[in-house]
């Protein structure tokens, strides 16, 4: 994706910073703490070299942005993508704040990406690739000032290589570096599985809300990755219909069902969703507009845009990925009645969990995975509750809601803190 062919709707970081103006406006904030939340607060770009298996030396660029971190430390995945840009990161680390101010945990955002083929690339030449971006990057991260977790193409093995890498640096172990690790360092329980399963609350709520029974839906799920294969499963265990799946090279649909853990095993024996049988194949595009109640984009930014919001046929839409809909699509889907909930509520369980993998790290006592689960579904279930209430109270949808809550929210902990110096 060449970034000056993309159209200015389309750039994530103009339309982080729409979203924000939108709400800025009604907001009537103060133009100083406008001009403060509207930019990262540092940006950092790292050109590193890493050996690669035949022993040739290949150069890559990664980032890590900080939007904000007047409620906490600083905090946002990690991703690796051939199409990661500067501009994606920084809209992306802007969502991580209001991400964690809406579900009201204490952590600013951040976000960060390597510019590479993850799917090109061997497990060795990753783990250099890791190694050697954790390095670059260390004068930012640390558990008091920037806690990375997986994001598109990293999981739980990248976040073991990047806490190796940082408590070898260190001489001792720091398992609160990241979270997302695995359970063996210092990881928590249901972390694995938190996106998804914070989606499903919040679709759960949205249903209660709306007067529909979930088993009585029919669930089109775009992306097969953590979060859409997660959502996918538990959607499907409490009885809703899943009609359509897809994975970055399509997707596949029936409208009888599809057992989502048989096109896993499927998807693990061939390494992809496409040809599974008794289904009819669909593209990534044809599936966000198929018929459905429930429709969980979880894959990248800009799949919902003007081109198609207005053929999107289900009733409820659930972010599971970051960005997955433009401003134009919003305006067109709250028009058609469709409920959305927003990126920043409906993947948040994400980080919720991050944050309990966090504290159970800094106070090395850790919780079973029941505890966890319901601590996030609490969180969840109140976040969504005082989103709603405000979309009701201010006859707005629950994006400008959720970002109303989250400015206010980081621009009282600005002006409490004050200016320095
Ligand atoms: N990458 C995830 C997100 O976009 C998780 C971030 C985290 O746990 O810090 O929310």
Redesign the pocket.
Known sequence: MVQDALSQSENPYQIAQQQFDIVAERLNLDPGIRQILRKPKRELTVNFPVRMDDGSVRSFTGYRVHHNVNRGPA???IRYHPDVTIDEVRALSMW?TW?CAVVNIPFGGAKGGVICDPKQMSQSELERLTRRYTTEISIFIGPESD?P???VNTNARTMAWIMDTYSMHKGYSVPAVV??KPIAIGGSEGRAEA?GRGCMYTVLESLRHLGMEVKQTATAVQGFGNVGSVSAFLLHQQGSRIVALSGSRGGIYNPKGLDPHKVMRYKEETGTVLGFPEAEVVTNEELLTLPCDILVPAALENQITARNADKVRAKIVAEGA?GPTTPEADEILYQKGIFLIPDVLA?AG??TV?YFEWVQDLQNLFWDVDEINRRLERIMVRSFQEVLKTAEEQTVDMRTAAYTLAVKRVAEATTTRGLYP
């Open positions: 905090k946002g995945g991580m991400k806690i977790a997986p994001d979270t997302g996106t970051n993947n994400g980080v991050s």
